[in-house]
């Protein structure tokens, strides 16, 4: 079997796994897919080490276009998504994941190492203590013009780091005292808009950098993208569906677990 069917193949997999933890936690799944999808990268593909990382973030995000709407879909039928705060969030995250896939070409990988590591260990730490204690304060929902430049930020590191932005969208929201569900179900329709508008940042930065002819879209490497797809759409409604009867608190100690897990594994990648 050849290299690139391997790939395929691993990637296929990785994509059943991110698909079912997007629909449960609402995170896109690039906090999964950018670490060990850089580690597929790094063994079967010959691409220069220096650029491993941001390929696959910029092929994290166009993944994420399909997982997150297989997954948005799901919660909308549970009724988990808060149609009238959405489009402002989807506004300002819109905004922050366009000039975040635009700037990507100018950041070095190191960079997007230490942001991707500093943020998830942050929100972990955040999300896990919740868990433990229950938080009875009552903050109300910013003004929707502030939510906006609060969830453009938001887009912004969510798309350098190539994640949906569940991982920094869902905590903003629960503190804001969103219901859980209804935080991880804005989180998955978010997930689309800064997939759609990071990737476009992705594919006009990295054109002058790779060739539709090598199997890339400007820095998105068409076939793991395949191979991620192919599962992950089938997989995120059944994390929606445990999503919808699991209890909190356990959502969120599975939530703060794995961004630990996921920093780990690019500190050390």
């Not at 905590?171 to 808009?193: Q, R």
């Not at 759609?196 to 006009?204: D, K, P, Q, R, T």
């Not at 969120?252 to 630990?260: V, Y």
Request: hydrophobic fraction near 55%; include cysteine; proline fraction near 5%.
């Amino acid at each position: 079997m050849n290299e690139m069917m391997m790939l395929v193949i691993y990637c296929a997999i990785l994509g059943a796994g991110v698909g079912f933890l997007a629909g449960l936690l609402g995170i896109g799944g690039g906090l999964v897919i950018v670490p060990i999808l850089s580690s597929i990268l790094a063994h079967l593909a010959d691409f220069p080490p220096d650029q491993v990382v941001i390929i696959a973030v910029a092929t994290s995000l166009a993944s994420i276009l399909f997982t997150s709407t297989s997954s948005a879909l799901a919660h909308h039928k549970n009724g988990n998504v808060p149609w009238q705060l959405a489009p402002w969030i989807m506004t300002g995250v819109a905004l922050g994941a366009l000039i975040s896939g635009f700037m990507a070409a100018l950041l070095p990988d190191k960079i997007v190492r230490i942001v991707f590591v500093v943020s998830v260990v942050l929100i972990a730490l955040k999300m896990f203590l919740s868990s433990n204690q229950s938080d009875t304060t009552n903050r109300p929902l910013p003004h929707k013009g502030v939510m906006t430049l609060f969830t453009a930020l938001t887009g912004g590191i969510s798309a350098m780091i190539g994640i949906g932005g569940g991982a920094l969208l869902v905590p903003l929201l629960t503190y804001f005292s969103l219901d859980m569900k209804k935080a991880i179900g804005c989180a998955s329709a978010c997930g689309i808009v800064i997939a759609l508008f990071g990737s476009i940042g992705y594919i006009s930065s990295g054109s002058a950098h790779f060739a539709l002819t090598d199997g890339f879209a400007g820095f998105v490497y068409l076939p793991a993208l395949l191979g991620i797809v192919s599962t992950s759409w089938f997989t995120a409604p059944l994390g929606a569906k445990a999503a919808h009867t699991l209890p909190v608190p356990f959502i969120k100690k599975i939530f703060a677990g794995l961004l630990l897990a996921m920093a780990i594994s690019m500190l050390f990648n």
